[in-house]
C-alpha cells in the first residue's frame, strides 16, 4: 500500500476522483486532492501551496504516487516539491498516466503493491482497455493489453449476475481478492472469445469488455489454487455485493457527537500507532486585567521587564532543543524572539499604555491579538499557522505579567494527547515518557509544533473535529499517523488490527535498530562510519543504543548557557569523562565552545553587534576570553585520559587561527605536565569547516589538521548569503546546492590528498536524499541526531559507491538544489 495525490484544475473533479478511487479500492488507502486555485480553490487553476499540503496529507512510509492533469498542474506539483519536508520530497513519484482511467488503476494496484513504479505503470496503460474496446489501435502500436492468447479449457465457468459487469467496482474487488492467494490467475470472456487474462491486472481485466449476464471462466495453477477459484467463485455468485445496493438510497450521514467505535479522518503529521487513553488538554487562559493604567511610565517598564524574562526563557528552551534535537528543529524558537523584539508589535502595546491608558497585560494583549488576526487573514497556509507561534510568545509574557507561570506537560500514565493545538513551547515541554501520541483540531504538517513532534518521534495527527475535546478523560482511543486516521473506543476488531500494525511497525524499529549496531558498508564494500551529534550525557546514551559509531559532534554549549556562572574545569571534566564512558571507547568528538553574539553568555560582556552571526562568536570569542577557552582545553585534555575523545575548534576562517588556536592547546598540554595531571597527549585535533574560506583553504589547513568536519548549516548559509532562520529564504537554505557541494568536494579532495578524513556534521549528514550525494563525494564519517542513525546506515547499505559517486559528479553539474533532489530520486528508483 501506499499514498495517493489526485491534481487537477478543477476542484470537483479532484474531489470525485478522490470518491471513485475508494470505491474500486480499499478505504485504508490513504488518498488526498489538490484542485483549483484562488479564494476556497473554486477558479480554474492549480496551486502548488496547496498539491504539497496534500502530499502531506496522502504521506506513506512506501512512497506517494501523484497523478495530475496537464499544463500548469505538472508545473505547480513540481514547485510543491520544494514546499515539502526532505524526508517526504523523496518518496513523492509524479506519475504521466491519464487522470481519471490512471486514478482508478492506480487505487486498485495501490492496494496490491507497495512498489510506487508498479502502480504508475497500472495507471500509465489504463488507457488499453478503452481502446480495445473501442476497437482504437493507436498508428504503430500493438494491442495494449497483452493477453495468454487463444481460449483455453477453463477450470470453472460462471455468469456475471451484477448490473453492469465487471466495471471498475466490482474488477477491482476481483483483483484484490485474487492478489490474495499463492496462485497464477487466468480470466477470460467464454462469451466473446476475449481473453484470457492476468486476474491482477485491473486494466487487462477491463479489456474483457464481461458485461451483466457474460459468462466468465476461471483458471488457476499454484499451491492455492483451488482457495483461489472457490473465493473468486463465491465473489461473482454473490454479483460482488451489488444486487442488494441497487435496490437501496444512502442517505446522507447528518452531524452528530463523535460515537463508540467511528473513526475519524485528519492530517498525519508523524509516522506511528498509538493506542491508549484520551486526556484532553485545554490550557487555562491567563485573565488579563481591565483596569487602566495609573503610571504609563512604570507599566512600560513591567512590560519590558517581562519581555526580557521571556526572551531568556526562550534562549534556554532552544539551547535544550538544539542540544536534543539539532539546530534546524531549535530554530523555531529563533522565530520566538523575534516576535518579541518586532518593532510593529512593541510600538502597539506602547501605544495601548501611553495612549490609550491600558495597563501592561491589557495592551500587551491587544497588540498579541491584532498580530495574529493579521497572520489569520493571510491566504498562504503556511503563514497562517505563524498565528499560533504568535500567541505562544504572547501568552508566556502575559503569564508573567498577570503572575501565572508556564507548567511542563506531565501525566502519571502513558496517554494520547488531545489538544486545540499545541505551542511549540508545549511540546518541547512534553513528559515524552508518557505521551503516546498526539491528536489536534487546528494545526497542520507546516507547523511548528508538527516539526517538534516528528523529531520527537512521537505519532501525531491534525485537523480532527473540536468534539474530540469533549470527550471525557480515559476515554480509550488510537491513532494512526501513517494515515492521519483516529479511532474513539475502536472496536475489538479495529483494536486488534491496530495492535498489529503498532507491532509491525515497532518490529520493523526494533529490527532497524539491531542491523544498526553492524557496520554500514556499500554494496561494493565502502565502509561509512556513521556518528551521532550530542549535546549532553543523555544524548550520548541515546547514541549508543542507536549504533553511533562514535559521537561526531559534541556541542558543549549545555555546560555553559542557563547558568550564571562559567562552569569550574572540574566540572567540565567529570561530565565529558561521564559521556566518553558512556560511548564504551568509541571516538567522542568534542566541539569548543560555541557562543556568542547570537548566543550571549550572561557572565561574559559583550557588545551588541549587528550581524551576530558575522561576529565574535565560536573560536573568536574563545581567543577573547582566553581564561575561559583555557579552562575548557584541561578539561578536555584531562577527562581524554580515560576516555577515547578528540578536540576540535568551530568557525575557523584562516590558518592563521588554526595555528593560534593549537598553540594555545600546546601551552595548556605542557601546564597539565608541569603540575602532573594525567591527561590524553597528543590528541587528535581538527576544525569545524563552516566558511567558504576555510573549504576554499582546505589544501593548506589539511597539514594543520588530523581531520575536517562540515557543518552544512552554516556552510550553507555562509555560502548562499541567505539567514537559515528567515522563512522568506527558505529556497536558498537547502546544502544540496550544488555550490555548497563543490565546497565539499574540495575539503574532501584536499584532505584525501594529504591522508586525511572528512565527516558531516550538519543537517545533511541526516537527510537520506543528501546520503547518497555525500557518500558520492567521498565524504568518510557522517554525523547526526541518534534517532536518524539506523535509516542513514540502511540507505548507505543500499547504496553502490561506483553509483554514487557518478550521481555526484552529475550533481555538481546540476544548476540548483531542487534538480540534486530530482536526479538522486531518479537514481535510486531505477537503482
Known amino acids: 500500500m501506499l499514498g495517493l495525490v489526485f491534481v487537477s484544475h478543477s476542484k470537483p473533479l479532484a474531489q470525485a476522483l478522490v470518491e471513485l478511487a475508494r470505491q474500486v479500492g480499499?478505504?485504508?488507502?490513504?488518498?488526498?486532492?489538490?484542485?483549483?486555485?484562488?479564494?476556497?480553490?473554486?477558479?480554474?487553476?492549480?496551486?502548488?501551496?496547496?498539491?504539497?499540503?496534500?502530499?502531506?496529507?496522502?504521506?506513506?512510509?512506501?512512497?506517494?504516487?501523484?497523478?495530475?492533469?496537464?499544463?500548469?498542474?505538472?508545473?505547480?506539483?513540481?514547485?510543491?516539491?520544494?514546499?515539502?519536508?526532505?524526508?517526504?520530497?523523496?518518496?513523492?513519484?509524479?506519475?504521466?498516466?491519464?487522470?481519471?482511467?490512471?486514478?482508478?488503476?492506480?487505487a486498485v494496484q495501490a492496494t496490491l503493491t507497495d512498489d510506487p513504479a508498479a502502480v504508475c505503470r497500472e495507471a500509465q496503460n489504463a488507457l488499453s482497455p478503452k481502446q480495445e474496446q473501442l476497437g482504437y489501435q493507436p498508428e504503430g502500436t500493438g494491442a495494449g493489453i497483452s493477453t495468454a492468447g487463444g481460449i483455453s479449457q477453463p477450470q470453472r465457468i460462471l455468469t456475471l449476475v451484477n448490473p453492469h459487469g465487471l466495471h471498475a467496482r466490482p474488477a477491482a474487488q476481483f483483483v484484490q481478492m485474487a492478489a490474495r492467494f499463492d496462485a497464477e490467475i487466468t480470466v477470460q470472456n467464454m462469451t466473446t472469445g476475449k481473453g484470457p487474462v492476468s486476474a491482477r491486472s485491473l486494466n487487462s481485466l477491463a479489456t474483457l469488455g464481461a458485461l451483466e449476464g457474460h459468462q466468465v471462466g476461471l483458471s488457476a495453477r499454484?499451491?492455492?489454487?483451488?482457495?483461489?477459484?472457490?473465493?473468486?467463485?463465491?465473489?461473482?455468485?454473490?454479483?460482488?455485493?451489488?444486487?442488494?445496493?441497487?435496490?437501496?438510497?444512502?442517505?446522507?450521514?447528518?452531524?452528530?457527537?463523535?460515537?463508540?467505535?467511528?473513526?475519524?479522518?485528519?492530517?498525519?503529521?508523524?509516522?506511528?500507532?498509538?493506542?491508549?487513553?484520551?486526556?484532553?488538554?485545554?490550557?487555562?487562559?491567563?485573565?488579563?486585567?481591565?483596569?487602566?493604567?495609573?503610571?504609563?511610565?512604570?507599566?512600560?517598564?513591567?512590560?519590558?521587564?517581562?519581555?526580557?524574562?521571556?526572551?531568556?526563557?526562550?534562549?534556554?528552551?532552544?539551547?535544550?532543543?538544539?542540544?536534543?534535537?539539532?539546530?534546524?528543529?531549535?530554530?523555531?524558537?529563533?522565530?520566538?524572539?523575534?516576535?518579541?523584539?518586532?518593532?510593529?508589535?512593541?510600538?502597539?502595546?506602547?501605544?495601548?499604555?501611553?495612549?490609550?491608558?491600558?495597563?501592561?497585560?491589557?495592551?500587551?494583549?491587544?497588540?498579541?491579538?491584532?498580530?495574529?488576526?493579521?497572520?489569520?487573514?493571510?491566504?498562504?497556509?503556511?503563514?497562517?499557522?505563524?498565528?499560533?507561534?504568535?500567541?505562544?510568545?504572547?501568552?508566556?509574557?502575559?503569564?508573567?505579567?498577570?503572575?501565572?507561570?508556564?507548567?511542563?506537560?506531565?501525566?502519571?500514565?502513558?496517554?494520547?494527547?488531545?489538544?486545540?493545538?499545541?505551542?511549540?513551547?508545549?511540546?518541547?515541554?512534553?513528559?515524552?515518557?508518557?505521551?503516546?501520541?498526539?491528536?489536534?483540531?487546528?494545526?497542520?504538517?507546516?507547523?511548528?509544533?508538527?516539526?517538534?513532534?516528528?523529531?520527537?518521534?512521537?505519532?501525531?495527527?491534525?485537523?480532527?473535529?473540536?468534539?474530540?475535546?469533549?470527550?471525557?478523560?480515559?476515554?480509550?482511543?488510537?491513532?494512526?499517523?501513517?494515515?492521519?486516521?483516529?479511532?474513539?473506543?475502536?472496536?475489538?476488531?479495529?483494536?486488534a488490527r491496530l495492535e498489529k500494525r503498532r507491532a509491525e511497525w515497532l518490529e520493523k524499529r526494533t529490527a532497524l535498530l539491531e542491523s544498526s549496531h553492524q557496520p554500514a558498508l556499500t554494496t561494493d564494500g565502502r565502509k561509512i562510519e556513521v556518528a551521532a551529534n550530542a549535546g549532553s550525557p543523555e544524548d550520548a546514551q541515546a547514541a549508543y543504543q542507536q549504533g553511533a559509531e562514535g559521537i561526531g559532534l559534541l556541542r558543549t554549549e549545555f555546560l555553559f548557557l542557563t547558568r550564571q556562572t562559567p562552569p569550574s574545569e572540574a566540572e567540565q571534566t567529570a561530565v565529558l569523562r561521564t559521556i566518553g564512558e558512556a560511548m564504551h571507547d568509541l571516538p567522542v568528538i568534542v566541539r569548543t565552545l560555541d557562543v556568542g553574539g547570537d548566543k550571549p553568555l550572561p557572565y561574559i560582556q559583550q557588545p551588541e553587534e549587528a550581524n551576530p552571526f558575522l561576529g565574535t562568536r565560536a573560536i573568536r570569542l574563545g581567543f577573547l576570553q582566553e581564561d575561559l577557552f583555557r579552562t575548557q582545553l584541561r578539561a578536555i585534555l584531562r577527562a581524554g585520559a580515560e576516555t577515547n575523545l578528540r578536540l576540535m575548534f568551530p568557525m575557523v576562517a584562516t590558518l592563521e587561527e588554526v595555528q593560534r588556536a593549537r598553540a594555545l592547546l600546546e601551552a595548556v598540554h605542557k601546564d597539565l605536565a608541569s603540575e602532573e595531571i594525567p591527561h590524553r597527549w597528543p590528541i587528535e585535533t581538527g576544525i569545524m569547516v563552516e566558511i567558504p574560506a576555510a573549504a576554499l583553504s582546505a589544501p593548506a589547513l589539511a597539514a594543520q589538521v588530523d581531520f575536517f568536519s562540515i557543518g552544512t548549516n552554516d556552510l550553507t548559509q555562509y555560502t548562499l548569503a541567505a539567514e537559515r532562520g528567515n522563512p522568506n529564504l527558505r529556497y536558498l537554505s537547502d546544502g544540496l546546492h550544488p555550490a555548497v557541494l563543490a565546497l565539499i568536494q574540495r575539503v574532501v579532495v584536499a584532505a584525501h590528498a594529504q591522508g586525511k578524513w572528512v565527516g558531516v556534521c550538519g543537517e545533511l549528514a541526516g537527510d537520506l536524499t543528501a546520503v547518497p550525494v555525500l557518500v558520492g563525494l567521498g565524504v568518510d564519517e557522517l554525523s547526526l541526531n541518534p534517532a536518524g542513525v539506523p535509516r542513514v546506515k540502511e540507505r548507505i547499505r543500499q547504496l553502490r559507491y561506483e553509483t554514487a559517486r557518478q550521481l555526484a559528479e552529475e550533481a555538481l553539474k546540476a544548476p540548483d538544489a531542487r534538480r540534486v533532489r530530482q536526479l538522486v530520486k531518479r537514481t535510486l528508483r531505477q537503482n
Open 222 to 495: 499454484g499451491p492455492e489454487a483451488a482457495k483461489a477459484l472457490e473465493a473468486l467463485s463465491a465473489l461473482i455468485e454473490a454479483g460482488f455485493g451489488e444486487m442488494e445496493e441497487s435496490a437501496a438510497q444512502v442517505a446522507p450521514a447528518e452531524a452528530r457527537p463523535i460515537s463508540e467505535g467511528e473513526s475519524l479522518a485528519g492530517i498525519p503529521i508523524a509516522e506511528g500507532i498509538a493506542i491508549g487513553p484520551l486526556h484532553p488538554y485545554q490550557p487555562p487562559d491567563p485573565i488579563v486585567p481591565t483596569h487602566a493604567t495609573e503610571d504609563p511610565a512604570q507599566d512600560w517598564k513591567t512590560l519590558q521587564q517581562a519581555l526580557e524574562q521571556v526572551e531568556e526563557a526562550i534562549a534556554k528552551r532552544r539551547h535544550s532543543v538544539a542540544a536534543r534535537l539539532g539546530t534546524s528543529q531549535a530554530a523555531i524558537f529563533d522565530a520566538h524572539i523575534l516576535i518579541l523584539e518586532d518593532p510593529g508589535l512593541l510600538e502597539c502595546a506602547r501605544k495601548g499604555i501611553f495612549e490609550e491608558r491600558k495597563n501592561a497585560a491589557a495592551a500587551w494583549h491587544t497588540a498579541i491579538e491584532r498580530a495574529a488576526a493579521a497572520y489569520e487573514a493571510l491566504e498562504d497556509d503556511y503563514l497562517k499557522q505563524r498565528a499560533v507561534d504568535v500567541r505562544d510568545v504572547g501568552r508566556q509574557v502575559l503569564l508573567i505579567l498577570t503572575g501565572g507561570r508556564t507548567q511542563p506537560l506531565t501525566f502519571p500514565q502513558p496517554v494520547i494527547l488531545a489538544a486545540e493545538d499545541l505551542t511549540p513551547t508545549e511540546t518541547a515541554q512534553l513528559d515524552l515518557k508518557n505521551v503516546l501520541g498526539i491528536v489536534t483540531v487546528q494545526g497542520g504538517p507546516t507547523s511548528h509544533s508538527a516539526i517538534l513532534a516528528r523529531s520527537l518521534g512521537i505519532p501525531a495527527i491534525a485537523g480532527l473535529p473540536s468534539q474530540v475535546l469533549a470527550l471525557p478523560e480515559g476515554t480509550e482511543a488510537a491513532l494512526d499517523g501513517f494515515r492521519g486516521q483516529f479511532w474513539v473506543e475502536p472496536s475489538s476488531q479495529a483494536r
Open 26 to 106: 480499499s478505504p485504508d488507502i490513504p488518498i488526498s486532492f489538490s484542485g483549483g486555485a484562488g479564494e476556497d480553490h473554486a477558479s480554474f487553476g492549480t496551486d502548488a501551496v496547496d498539491i504539497a499540503r496534500a502530499i502531506q496529507e496522502a504521506a506513506h512510509p512506501n512512497g506517494v504516487v501523484v497523478l495530475m492533469d496537464l499544463g500548469s498542474a505538472i508545473l505547480s506539483a513540481q514547485m510543491a516539491l520544494d514546499l515539502l519536508p526532505d524526508d517526504l520530497r523523496e518518496q513523492v513519484h509524479f506519475c504521466p498516466a491519464p487522470l481519471v482511467e490512471g486514478a482508478v488503476a492506480a
